[in-house]
């Protein structure tokens, strides 16, 4: 089955410790992107992948970091969380940048 | 810098009521629209999106979609909604080419109500 797979589903942690969260997807899509979603102001990309080894910044960068080392995975680290980045976050893939996203399922961090 | 307004950020209908949702934005280029749902906790699909062609879009679910380029529109119509399109409403855009950037607005809340 297609899909773009997000782990883990839901996170809590504490404000400084490092984490990452993973995305795949299983489709050969070439882009990637993740977004942050937060009520009232809609999702918010953080950073974007057109292929692999190619990153760029998106709107909400500050606090990220991301690689793409491999086509099927895209992960999220945040070196060092505040509870600023306590949020709702998708990783979405497609093949090319203008064409329809699929969105994984979510994942919802909490820091404390 | 580019933006995406959606003017309705809570809609509340009652079901067979028709259904508007507004969608501006302020790129001057060549652009792809989409429009995304969220329905509860779940991830966000694609209800139809418009590259080039015939303005008028349709998308699944009975939505459709027109795009007015004079006035940087993209608004999202359903003629009788139902109390399982209570969702959230994304629109979206994408400049022409390779820019790897789309741009999402706020979000519309739509409750029906039954």
């Known amino acids: 089955e297609a899909q773009v797979t997000q782990n883990p589903r839901y996170l809590i942690t504490v404000t400084g410790k490092k984490l990452t969260v993973t995305c795949s997807q299983n489709?050969?899509?070439?882009?990637m992107s993740w977004y942050r979603q937060d009520p009232g102001l809609g999702l918010r990309q953080i950073y974007y992948s057109m292929n692999v080894e190619v990153t760029d910044k998106g709107d909400v960068p500050e606090g990220y970091k991301v690689s793409r080392k491999e086509k099927r995975n895209f992960p999220l680290i945040l070196e060092s969380p505040s509870p600023n980045q306590t949020s709702l976050y998708f990783c979405a893939s497609t093949w090319r940048n203008n064409s329809p996203l699929h969105f994984g399922n979510g994942t919802r961090l909490t820091v404390t | 810098a580019q933006s995406v307004s959606q003017h309705n950020h809570h809609v509340i209908l009652s079901e067979a009521a028709s259904l508007e949702l507004g969608c501006n934005y302020s790129y001057g280029g060549t652009v792809n629209l989409f429009w995304y749902v969220q329905y509860p906790g779940q991830h966000l699909q694609l209800l139809l999106k418009?590259?080039?062609?015939?303005?008028l879009v349709k998308g699944i679910k009975g939505f459709e979609a027109e795009f007015i380029k004079s006035k940087f529109s993209f608004n999202l119509r359903k003629p009788s909604v139902q109390w399982s399109d209570t969702a959230e409403y994304f629109c979206a855009v994408n400049q022409g080419g390779n820019t790897g950037k789309l741009i999402f607005g706020q979000g519309t809340t739509l409750q029906v109500k039954p």
């Open positions: 489709m050969n899509h070439e882009y």
């Open positions: 418009y590259f080039s062609g015939d303005p």
